[in-house]
C-alpha cells in the first residue's frame, strides 16, 4: 500500500510540476526574437525587454502567404503599422514602398492609445506588415496581449516583396507610390 501511495504522490507531483519558463525578446523583427532566455531582463542584443514566451499569441507569415489569405478570406483586415508618411508615399527621406489597398494606417507609435478603432476586428484575421519587419511585430504582440484573436505578422515588410508571383498575386491588392 505504501508503494502505491509514494507513487500516485509522484506522478502527481511530476505531472503538476512546471516547467521552467523561457524567455523571448519583446518582439523586434530581428534574429534575435528567436534566442530562448531562461530569466527575465533585457534582450543582450537589441536591449528590449524579454517577456514570458507563451505571452506571444502571433504567427508569422510571407508575403506568398499573405496573397493566399488575401485570396481566401476577402473580409481579412490589413494593418499598417508605420508613419502616415510612409504610407502615402509623402516621406521626403528613403523609399516608402507602396502600401496594400484597403488597409489600415495605425502608426506603431500610436497603436496602444488607437486600439478601439479596431476592437471590431478582435474576432476577425488581421494581418500586420511594415516596412522591414521590425514595427509590425511589435504591433502583433500588442494586439495579442489585448485579446485580439487572430493576429499575423507578415515576415520581412512590404520592402522584401521581390518574386515575381508575390508580386504577380499582390498587384490586385497592392498600390505602388
Do not use: W
Not at 502505491?4 to 509522484?10: E, T, W
Not at 527575465?40 to 505571452?55: D, Q, V
Not at 502571433?58 to 506568398?64: A, K, T
Not at 500610436?110 to 519587419?133: F, G, M
Amino acid at each position: 500500500m505504501k508503494y502505491i501511495v509514494a507513487s500516485l504522490f509522484l506522478a502527481f507531483s511530476l505531472a503538476n510540476a512546471q516547467s521552467p519558463k523561457e524567455y523571448v525578446c519583446l518582439p523586434c523583427g530581428q534574429d534575435c526574437d528567436q534566442q530562448i532566455h531562461k530569466e527575465p531582463g533585457n534582450c543582450p542584443h537589441c536591449g528590449m525587454k524579454l517577456i514570458e514566451k507563451s505571452t506571444l499569441k502571433f504567427g508569422n507569415i510571407s508575403f506568398e502567404e499573405m496573397c493566399a489569405r488575401l485570396k481566401a478570406n476577402p473580409k481579412v483586415v490589413l494593418l499598417d503599422v508605420r508613419s502616415p508618411e510612409e504610407f502615402n508615399g509623402t516621406r521626403e527621406e528613403g523609399e516608402t514602398y507602396g502600401h496594400f489597398k484597403k488597409a489600415i494606417n495605425i502608426n506603431i507609435t500610436e497603436l496602444e492609445a488607437r486600439l478601439s478603432e479596431l476592437e471590431k476586428y478582435k474576432n476577425t484575421e488581421i494581418l500586420v506588415y511594415c516596412s522591414h519587419s521590425h514595427r509590425s511585430p511589435r504591433a502583433s504582440y500588442l494586439l495579442g496581449t489585448k485579446g485580439f484573436k487572430n493576429v499575423k505578422n507578415v515576415s520581412g515588410g512590404v520592402s522584401t516583396i521581390s518574386s515575381s508571383a508575390a508580386k504577380e498575386c499582390l498587384k490586385n491588392f497592392y498600390q505602388a507610390h
